[in-house]
């Protein structure tokens, strides 16, 4: 029988509440890994109040102290590296070479975080009235309600969590269904590291069932989601009917820019990476090349040689390169949209169908797949597909591809190869996207940078890197006046 997990709330490990659980499948095996609780408004109501009761005294705990536990949570995040891993490619399928890596994101989003615990710096200033002091310092929001994806089961929820955890915030977390078990781990890991009780609560279940009453608790204060358009929208909307605060990680449609002056197998290895590492389900994946017409069909053939050379299977076997998609809804869309950009004139080059075969048929595999002919206004050059598929788009110079680039609702990565300078800094000033790479893909972010997205793909929030603490902080100004008189500002000095 299935391992039975459970929630963490109030520092203890509980069921739901109605006894009922969900299975956590392995998507290349479907081999059923756990069960976890499928939480419903009760769970979520108990976490909120736990939660809320541990808020003053984690408020009045010293930033450095909260600092400390983040650094232990780091150090046993490292120790375990391996065993998250393992975890982490069970569950959701990528390779073990990623989720090794998705692992690391969370040890140094713990380091990057706990090193806030000693910095949280305000503004001080001088004051317009003499014998007056001013200052403004960043204070906590409250209660802080996490809900994020399944592609980077440990990483996404860290940028979210110990930013605000540090900045002094209790949090409710509810996971992805499909990857329960990394938040059950992430639990396991800030109570080992002494984080005490109530601080940080796990409810597992689906969105509607834990998400949504967690958007509408009136016990929290700010929201931190990332995931689809779809929901997003829908939580920014009630977000703002409820007046709380809200901050947004959606989809995108990623586009390398390939100049006729690129090193194209350089471009074609970047490529390849970026559309297929993670079965093409990253928010930063390649899902678009806008290529100059001169070099197109060379960068074709080296792209199509290297997604037919990919090993497809089960991520933690030695050797694979491309795992499955996480699940059977993911299989349906990502073969709906071959439908999709037949229907619209693209031509598939290599791929277009699910993958079979040994030790495939288990799973929900797909083909790495490119896709030709493909103008800028198909659906297929403008819609996240969130699998495997890479479309090429034909240009005849960089003003063509900066404006494709630019014209889709998302704006969160792209790249540009090319070994001209002039073009390079063109690109970075032009490109209107929250990350851009020169002579690199549309993946690879690193932590104390900035992560985020312009128009659909957020409402203005960076997480990660120098602005970590925005979305989990106010700011209160103070005003101190030692000169023993009433002084108006404004008044009395003019
Ligand atoms: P999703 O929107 O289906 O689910 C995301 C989370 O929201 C899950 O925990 C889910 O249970 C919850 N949820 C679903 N319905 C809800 C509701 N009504 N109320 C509250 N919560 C609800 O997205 P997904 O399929 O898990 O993830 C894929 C998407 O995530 C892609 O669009 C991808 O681009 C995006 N993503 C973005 C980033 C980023 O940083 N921009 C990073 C990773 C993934």
Same mark, same amino acid.
Request: glycine fraction near 12%; proline fraction near 4%.
């Given at each position: 029988?299935?391992?039975?997990?459970?929630?963490?709330?109030?520092?203890?490990? @509980?069921?739901?509440?109605?006894?009922?659980?969900?299975?956590?499948?392995?998507?290349?095996?479907?081999?059923?890994?756990?069960?976890?609780?499928?939480?419903?408004?009760?769970?979520?109501?108990?976490?909120?109040?736990?939660a809320?009761? $541990?808020?003053?005294?984690?408020?009045?705990?010293?930033?450095?102290?909260?600092?400390?536990?983040?650094?232990?949570?780091?150090?046993?995040?490292?120790?375990?590296?391996?065993?998250?891993?393992?975890?982490?490619?069970?569950e959701?399928?990528?390779?073990?070479?990623?989720?090794?890596?998705?692992?690391?994101?969370?040890?140094?989003?713990? &380091?990057?975080?706990?090193?806030?615990?000693?910095?949280l &710096?305000?503004v001080?200033?001088?004051?317009?009235?003499p014998?007056?002091?001013?200052?403004?310092?960043?204070?906590?929001?409250?209660?802080?309600?996490v809900?994020?994806?399944?592609?980077?089961?440990? $990483?996404?929820?860290?940028?979210? #969590?110990?930013?605000a955890?540090?900045?002094?915030?209790?949090?409710?977390?509810?996971?992805?269904?499909?990857?329960p078990?990394?938040?059950?781990?992430?639990? +396991?890991?800030?109570?080992?590291?002494?984080?005490?009780?109530g601080?940080?609560?796990?409810?597992?279940?689906?969105g509607?069932?834990?998400?949504?009453?967690?958007?509408?608790?009136?016990?929290?204060?700010?929201?931190?989601?990332t995931?689809?358009?779809?929901?997003?929208? +829908?939580?920014?909307?009630?977000?703002?009917?409820?007046?709380?605060?809200v901050?947004l990680?959606?989809?995108?449609?990623?586009?390398v820019?390939?100049?006729?002056?690129?090193?194209?197998?350089?471009?074609?290895?970047?490529?390849?990476?970026g559309?297929?590492?993670?079965?093409g389900?990253?928010?930063?994946?390649?899902?678009?090349? #806008? @290529?100059?017409?001169?070099?197109?069909?060379?960068?074709?053939?080296?792209?199509?040689?290297?997604?037919?050379?990919?090993?497809?299977?089960?991520?933690?076997?030695?050797?694979?390169? /491309? %795992?499955?998609?996480?699940?059977a809804?993911?299989?349906?869309?990502?073969?709906g949209?071959?439908?999709?950009?037949?229907?619209?004139?693209?031509?598939?080059?290599?791929?277009?169908?699910?993958?079979? %075969?040994?030790?495939?048929d288990?799973?929900? =595999?797909?083909?790495?797949?490119?896709?030709?002919?493909?103008?800028?206004? /198909?659906?297929?050059?403008?819609?996240?597909?969130?699998?495997?598929?890479?479309?090429?788009?034909?240009? +005849?110079?960089?003003?063509?591809?900066?404006?494709?680039?630019?014209?889709?609702?998302?704006?969160?990565?792209?790249?540009? =190869?090319?070994?001209?300078?002039?073009?390079a800094?063109?690109? /970075?000033?032009?490109?209107?996207?929250g #990350?851009? &790479?020169?002579?690199?893909?549309?993946?690879?972010?690193?932590?104390?940078?900035?992560?985020?997205?312009?128009?659909g793909?957020?409402? %203005?929030?960076?997480?990660? %890197?120098?602005? /970590?603490?925005?979305? =989990?902080?106010?700011? +209160?100004?103070? &005003?101190?006046?030692?000169?023993?008189?009433?002084?108006?500002?404004?008044?009395?000095?003019?």
């Open positions: 029988m299935a391992e039975a997990f459970h929630n963490f709330i109030g520092g203890r490990w @509980v069921p739901a509440r109605s006894a009922r659980t969900f299975k956590n499948l392995n998507p290349a095996t479907g081999v059923a890994l756990g069960e976890f609780p499928e939480s419903g408004p009760e769970d979520v109501e108990a976490a909120v109040h736990a809320r009761g $541990a808020m003053r005294g984690w408020q009045l705990t010293p930033a450095p102290k909260r600092g400390e536990m983040l650094f232990r949570v780091g150090h046993l995040i490292a120790a375990r590296k391996e065993e998250l891993a393992r975890a982490a490619t069970r959701m399928g990528k390779i073990l070479v990623e989720t090794r890596g998705d692992v690391q994101e969370g040890v140094d989003m713990a &380091y990057l975080a706990a090193g806030e615990g000693r910095r &710096y305000g001080t200033t001088p004051s317009e009235m014998n007056k002091w001013a200052m403004s310092v960043r204070v906590p929001i409250g209660v802080a309600g809900i994020t994806a399944w592609n980077f089961p440990l $990483a996404v929820p860290t940028w979210k #969590i110990f930013p955890l540090v900045a002094g915030n209790t949090v409710v977390f509810k996971p992805s269904e499909e990857t078990e990394m938040g059950w781990h992430l639990a +396991k890991l800030l109570e080992e590291a002494g984080v005490p009780a601080v940080f609560n796990v409810v597992h279940g689906t509607p069932g834990v998400g949504w009453p967690l958007v509408q608790h009136a016990g929290v204060d700010v929201v931190s989601f995931g689809s358009n779809a929901v997003g929208t +829908k939580i920014a909307v009630e977000a703002a009917r409820l007046g709380k605060r901050s990680e959606m989809g995108g449609k990623n586009a820019i390939v100049m006729d002056d690129a090193d194209l197998t350089l471009a074609a290895n970047a490529v390849a990476w559309a297929f590492g993670t079965t389900q990253r928010c930063t994946a390649t899902s678009r090349v #806008i @290529v100059h017409e001169r070099v197109h069909d060379e960068l074709v053939r080296l792209v199509v040689q290297r997604a037919q050379a990919l090993k497809l299977g089960d991520g933690l076997e030695e050797g694979v390169e /491309m %795992g499955p998609l996480v699940n809804r993911q299989l349906e869309r990502v073969s949209y071959m439908k999709v950009g037949a229907d619209e004139g693209a031509k598939v080059a290599t791929g277009g169908a699910r993958a079979s %075969g040994a030790g495939l288990q799973g929900f =595999f797909f083909q790495p797949t490119v896709l030709t002919d493909v103008r800028s206004d /198909m659906r297929v050059a403008q819609e996240e597909i969130f699998g495997p598929v890479v479309s090429f788009v034909r240009v +005849k110079s960089l003003a063509d591809a900066v404006e494709v680039n630019n014209g889709t609702p998302f704006g969160l990565s792209s790249s540009i =190869f090319t070994g001209n300078v002039n073009a800094f063109t690109a /970075m000033r032009d490109l209107t996207t #990350i851009v &790479y020169v002579n690199h893909g549309t993946t690879g972010a690193e932590t104390h940078l900035p992560f985020g997205g312009t128009r793909t957020g409402n %203005g929030h960076r997480e990660a %890197g120098h602005t /970590m603490l925005d979305a =989990f902080t106010e700011w +209160k100004s103070v &005003y101190v006046d030692f000169s023993g008189k009433v002084q108006r500002a404004q008044i009395d000095n003019n």
